[in-house]
């Protein structure tokens, strides 16, 4: 493996969250071009520590879960679990005139969600020390519109976060405001000002909602040290559990790679040594830990580093006698599969025009064939779409073929943008976006994304491009 990489731009070390801003990323990964620039990162002022005896650790426990929804259309309440960013359905209750109750549930304390489908959720904070947590929702747009009725922890949290956000947002509209201006003086003085008022703030909160799960949550927001990597993690504690149920420990290790990892591949490599060493205190944490960092480098583009982990830590002996779950392995073997020279999932679905379609047996049939993830949406897409049809016409009589998989979840937009583009090739839509089960099977998280296989099925090209692939073509296909 190469020891160092070209220096890239600081917001992609480490990218669930960051996307090429050549590309369409899922909701939750959108960025623009002037987001992905090189900034400083500023260190928490005046750290408040929140974690007390009544707080540390991961209680388990009962909490008796209801509310009610301003918005009378809806029949049923869904609540989830938390794994990082990953949620799934632990329960569902009947929504009645406005109204839900869940009874007593056993939980286990920390960030859960709330809501009505999948793409429509709200974070909630569940603890058994508050025994009964009442909230509504003033909308059937669930973020945003929580409030707490009979619940401390999430009075705090409702009120926390929308300050968090315009803060953090101020804050990162003043640093890319600061990478393009000669007044870098007055730029770094508003950005201290806003991080001051932030770190004002979460020590205010913390001192009006004391013990609180809430506490614990926004003392391991704050970095003490981003100056020295030995420190940086002395404010979490990794035997507590409760940092899988939530994005807490995720975005922090996201921000340690931005602080410690310079934009190189031994940067981040060392840096991913020091957080697993760090999460030794519990198999459990440490597997999170290691399973984000894994699945964060790998659609960040840096698939070295994922081997690195995986050769090291899921496969290797460097975790000692922690116990890894089929968790982490499943993640590793799955990203193994979509590696240059392996075979990737089948793909069986229905075409737009009707047929049935199979992976295997059109490569089988094949000398090369593109699997092109798209949407009708992206304007990347579009942009391509000419040179898609182009390389199409031109390679497919000498044994090319395309997949063209669709992320929309509009039918009609889906087979308007197919006709519009002139993609006479098959097509198929799993009409969930990111949630469908071929684009998590192929972790797509961007449009367009392009896998060229062979004959075989096997893996022998991961282009950025279009380009890319005419590239390959021209010089493999004859």
């Not at 990162?41 to 007390?52: F, I």
């Not at 979840?409 to 469908?436: E, H, Y």
């Amino acid at each position: 493996m190469k020891q160092e990489m070209k220096r890239m731009n600081i917001l992609a070390i480490y990218g669930a969250i960051v996307i090429a801003a050549t590309a369409c990323g899922s909701t939750s990964n959108k960025s623009t071009q002037e987001e992905q620039v090189a900034v400083e990162a500023v260190p928490t002022m005046g750290y408040v520590n929140g974690v007390s005896d009544a707080n540390a650790g991961m209680r388990t426990g009962e909490v008796e879960l209801k509310g009610t929804i301003q918005a009378r259309n809806f029949t049923k309440m869904y609540l989830y679990s938390t794994y990082g960013k990953n949620n799934s359905v632990v329960d569902s209750t009947a929504i009645v005139d406005g109204k839900w109750d869940f009874g007593k549930i056993k939980i286990e304390q920390g960030i859960y969600m709330l809501g009505i489908a999948e793409n429509n959720l709200a974070p909630i904070i569940l603890n058994p020390s508050e025994p009964v947590t009442e909230v509504g929702f003033r909308s059937g747009r669930m973020d945003g519109s929580l409030f707490a009725i009979n619940s401390n922890e999430n009075k705090a949290w409702t009120t926390y976060i929308p300050q968090e956000v315009q803060l953090q947002k101020a804050i990162k509209d003043a640093m890319i405001a600061m990478n393009k201006s000669s007044l870098k003086g007055e730029y770094q003085k508003q950005i201290n000002d806003k991080q001051a008022e932030l770190s004002a703030l979460q020590a205010k909160m913390i001192a009006e909602y004391p013990n609180t799960h809430f506490a614990k949550i926004v003392t391991w927001k704050q970095e003490p040290s981003l100056t020295e990597i030995g420190k940086y993690w002395e404010n979490i504690d990794f035997s507590d559990r409760s940092l899988i149920h939530g994005t807490i420990l995720s975005d922090r290790i996201q921000n340690f790679m931005r602080s410690f990892s310079k934009g190189q591949e031994s940067g981040c490599i060392n840096c991913v040594s020091v957080v697993a060493e760090a999460a030794k205190a519990d198999d459990v944490v440490l597997e999170f830990a290691l399973n984000q960092m894994l699945i964060g480098f790998y659609e960040s583009g840096m698939e070295n580093i994922s081997t690195f982990i995986i050769d090291n830590y899921v496969n290797g002996d460097s975790c000692g006698d922690a116990d890894l779950s089929n968790i982490i392995k499943s993640t590793a073997e799955s990203i193994q599969k979509l590696s240059i020279g392996n075979v990737p999932p089948n793909i069986q679905m229905t075409t737009s025009t009707g047929g049935s379609f199979d992976l295997f047996k059109t490569t089988a049939k094949n000398k090369y064939t593109l699997v092109l993830f798209w949407s009708s949406w992206c304007e990347h897409c579009q942009g391509e779409a000419p040179e898609v049809k182009q390389y199409y016409d031109l390679w497919h009589p000498k044994g090319f073929e395309i997949i063209g998989v669709s992320v929309d979840n509009n039918k009609n937009a889906w087979l308007s943008a197919i006709q519009d583009r002139g993609f006479t090739f098959p097509n198929v839509c799993g009409m969930k976006i990111w949630d469908s089960p071929v684009a998590k099977d192929y972790r797509v998280t961007k449009t367009p994304t392009f896998y060229l296989l062979d004959t075989n099925g096997k893996i022998v090209l991961k282009p950025k491009s279009i380009r890319e692939v005419n590239n390959f073509l021209s010089q493999n296909l004859k």
